[in-house]
């Protein structure tokens, strides 16, 4: 599938709670040399270079001073996945990717992420650093 046609947006993360979001990209990465984020059809975006790396990019700041633990659960695969800023391995299965081929079908990964921090923090997707982003506040808090 190209993303060549991508949506985007701003997922905006709550202060100090559990919080569901999904990511609808299939490929991408966050690039620290140029700041922003690439959408190149080859490079399957996962939580270290997609999420991770914008975070400590964007803010300066290690991960782990932002986020406790982004968690998700694949169903098909009846496996249960958590990255942990700071201690998981960018190779181990725990860097699960934002997005699976599921047979036929594409699903996107909802993953709950825990804020540690009193601070709003802002995840960009698609081309978000365009004029025509949405800030998302939709999320279910827990």
């Given at each position: 599938m190209s993303s060549n046609n991508i949506t985007t947006g701003i997922i905006q993360i709550e202060p100090n709670r559990w919080q569901l979001i999904s990511i609808p990209i299939i490929y991408g990465y966050w690039d620290?040399?140029?700041h922003k984020l690439?959408?190149?059809d080859i490079i399957?975006?996962?939580v270290k270079n997609y999420i991770i790396d914008q975070i400590e990019d964007r803010y300066s700041i290690s991960a782990n001073e932002y986020i406790e633990i982004i968690s998700t659960y694949f169903g098909d695969d009846?496996?249960?996945k958590s990255y942990i800023?700071?201690?998981t391995n960018v190779n181990s299965t725990h860097n699960f990717p934002l997005a699976f081929f599921d047979g036929e079908n594409i699903e996107y990964a909802a993953m709950w992420i825990k804020s540690k921090t009193s601070t709003v923090f802002t995840?960009?997707?698609g081309s978000a650093e365009t004029s025509q982003t949405t800030v998302?506040?939709?999320a279910i808090y827990a």
């Open positions: 620290n040399i140029n690439v959408h190149d399957r975006a996962n009846n496996e249960f800023p700071g201690i995840i960009n997707w998302f506040d939709g």
